[in-house]
């Protein structure tokens, strides 16, 4: 069998180890070298090119189906809980919390959800209405159904490192925000982010009003391709007079954006990530789909 490896960024050392045991089986083995940001980043077009007969992608969980042979394997990782402890003085206050991690400590739930009960705690995890696939999963572009979540708990508690995943719920909630990171073995509220990210967004809204002629940036990555919402954001924007391009890219660059002099400002299609995490890589705005519909309803109402 021909298969293409794809590993992410964190993962690609272990590339040769898993292409010198899969061909030791009698296959054929080749190796993806490009970039790859997660599930919705599946190499499917260097695997067709190939003749690959299945891509074999490492680290993540299935995120949507696609018409490839593909085989998911999802990188686990066992973390000690000692940190937990360290949680409980900011939950005093809190009797249900919403609990999320990645999936490579879902395996770990169980045990942390046991903790809690045991210290009190009535602990939900957010449950799956996109692309994640299992309780308590958290990516970082699906949160579940943490919004609905958000009305009926005191506290959310994220168990992982960093803050790339939990970003996504938090901008989705209003409650207290912990991230619980056992690899920093610490534990702090988040909650303070969201006024920054609100600021933000309403600094692109306004320094946006006077653009006339908007970039609507697509990607053709498998799991981010929408070329539905960018015709509708394009029709919407020439509806209100004003001028607009669909610009195509696999993967977004963004010193080649910045060449394109006569936009200004960019609709982002792609991952929802895009216009949180990346505002700062171009000198114009990089409005969401939402912003660019506040842009234009509030250009309406100055019209009048």
Request: some cysteine; charged content about 25%; glycine content about 8%.
């Amino acid at each position: 069998m021909r298969i293409l490896l794809q590993f992410p960024e964190g993962l690609k050392q272990h590339a040769l180890e898993h292409a010198k045991r899969l061909e030791s089986e009698g296959n054929e083995v080749f190796v993806s070298a490009s970039p790859s940001f997660g599930a919705c980043d599946l190499a499917i077009d260097e695997a067709r090119r190939i003749g690959a007969d299945k891509l074999v992608h490492f680290g993540h969980a299935e995120f949507h189906r696609v018409d490839f042979n593909v085989e998911y394997v999802p990188y686990t990782m066992d973390v000690k809980l000692d940190v937990l402890g360290g949680s409980l003085p900011y939950l005093e206050a809190f009797k249900s919390v919403c609990l999320m991690t990645t999936v490579q400590h879902v395996h770990q739930l169980p045990d942390i959800v046991r903790f809690y009960e045991r210290n009190g705690k009535s602990v939900v995890l957010n449950r799956p209405n996109g692309f994640a696939k299992q309780a308590g999963q958290l990516l970082g572009c699906d949160s579940g159904n943490v919004t609905v979540l958000d009305r009926s708990v005191d506290a959310f508690v994220y168990f992982g490192g960093g803050i790339f995943h939990p970003l996504g719920a938090l901008l989705q909630t209003t409650k207290p925000f912990l991230v619980v990171d056992p690899f920093l073995n610490s534990v702090r509220r988040i909650d303070g982010m969201r006024e920054e990210y609100r600021k933000s967004s309403r600094g692109k809204v306004l320094a946006s009003l006077g653009a006339k002629r908007f970039g609507i940036l697509v990607s053709t990555k498998n799991g981010q391709y929408n070329m539905q919402l960018a015709r509708l954001l394009k029709g919407k924007i020439e509806a209100s007079g004003l001028s607009s391009a669909i610009l195509v890219s696999n993967t977004l660059d963004f010193e080649s954006l910045a060449n394109m002099l006569e936009f200004d400002a960019f609709v982002n299609t792609a991952c929802p990530r895009i216009a949180i995490d990346d505002t700062d890589r171009l000198r114009k705005p990089l409005l969401s789909a939402n912003e660019l519909m506040e842009v234009l309803k509030l250009k309406e109402e100055s019209k009048g």
